[in-house]
C-alpha cells in the first residue's frame, strides 16, 4: 500500500506540475486581456519592408468595428531584434507623417519621452500589445507584464493611427487588421 500511496502521490505531483508549466505561460500572456475580457480577435497581418518580415500584427476589439470610442488592443509579434529607442523613433516618425497639422515641439518630445520609456527592445517572437483606452491613453505590456500606461489620449490616438489611419504606410495591413 505505501508504494501504491507513493506512484498515487507522485502521479498528482506530475499532473499539478503540468498544469501549472502548460497554464503559466498562457496566463502572462494575457495578462492584457483583463482591460479587454470580451475582445476578440478582429484580423491580422504580417508587416514587411523591403521583403523583411518585421512583425505580425492582431487587431482584438469588442465590436466588429473598431473606432476610437470604445477601447481596443494590437498585438505585435516580433520577428526580428529592434531596439526600444528605433521603436520609439519610428512611431515618432510616423506619428508626425500622419499628422494633418504641425505638432508642437515640446508635444513632440514629451510623446518620444514616453515611449521611449514605456517601450521596450524586442527580440525574435517576443510580443508588444497596446491597449487603447478611450479618453485616458494607453497601455503597453509585453508577453508577461504590464509595461507601463500613458495618460495622453492624443498620443494614444496618434500611436494607434501608425497602423489604422486611412494614411498608414500599409494599406493591405490596415485592411487586414480591420477584417475587410
Sequence with gaps: MRSGSRWWAGALHCALLS?????GPSQAGELWRQALPQAQPLGSGQMTWLGLRI???????TQPAPDFTQPFALQLTYRMSISRERLANTSMDEIRRLSGSPIAPETLLRWQAALEKTLVDVARDDQLIGVYLPGRGLQFYDADKLLGEIDDPALARAFFDIWLSPGTRDPALRKRLLGQ
Excluded: D, R, V
Design 19 to 23: 498544469m501549472l508549466l502548460l497554464s
Design 55 to 61: 512583425y505580425q500584427a492582431t487587431l482584438w476589439a
